[in-house]
């Protein structure tokens, strides 16, 4: 949310700021997509869905991409005995 804001971003991924230096800057941390609007340049891996389901269920969560989330199965351990 913080960095969306700083760059002039609602929560739909539109850009509504005032500075040419948010437009300047915003290839950092997010991708153009279509009609002006932006998605973050990440990729959310974890080991339980509830993370992913929390961010998905933020109020930003509607911006990522649904391929970068990434939900890894644990591996289990094998001690040598």
Known sequence: QTIS??????????????SELQLERMSVYFNEASGNKYVPRAVLVDLEPGTM???????????????NFVLASPVP???PR
């Open 5 to 18: 804001g700083e760059h002039g971003l609602d929560s739909n991924g539109v850009y509504d700021g005032t």
């Open 53 to 67: 389901d929390a961010v998905r269920a933020g109020p930003f969560g509607q911006l990522f991409r649904p391929d």
């Open 77 to 79: 351990a094998h001690w």
